[in-house]
């Protein structure tokens, strides 16, 4: 399998919904709680996105969860955010001791949350931008400030 698009060695990506205010809010707190700099972010809904997503073999439209790239390897839905949580520092590492729960318990839990996440806590009209305090965690551009 080719290594994933737009990252260097080393390097992994969290895909995430750009609309989605729960979505936008988690990852603003993985950047307040200092991940680690190799994880970089794109939102399912940008070029760098669907094309990471074409790579993992998923659908670049309607993609409802949370994915988490590192080498050749992909996770979803709550895989995907229990790795993450690997890079934090502590206390915040000690979450990713649950990927070890059986996934139709863990994704139980997730999926619910997904599923009613833009009634729970809303939606943009279109892709939110995050703070360029993080330019270079992301992916795909970040609109300049003027």
Sequence with gaps: ???PPYLQTGESAVLYDGVCKL????????LRHHLARQ???ASVQSEQG????RWAGLPEENIST???????QHWLRAQAVFRVMQHLPAPWRGLAVLRHFP???SNAAYDR????????????????VLTPDYPERF???MPSEG
Excluded: T
Excluded at 66 to 72: E, R
Excluded at 113 to 128: C, D, M, P, T, V
């Design 1 to 3: 399998m080719s290594s």
């Design 23 to 30: 979505c936008n809010g988690w990852v603003q707190f993985l």
């Design 39 to 41: 994880v970089r972010f």
């Design 50 to 53: 669907k094309a990471l997503l």
């Design 66 to 72: 949370l994915v988490y790239i590192d080498g050749n």
């Design 103 to 105: 996934d139709v318990i």
């Design 113 to 128: 949350i997904a599923l009613n996440r833009y009634k729970l806590f809303g939606r943009y009209s279109e892709q939110h």
């Design 139 to 141: 992916l795909h551009p």
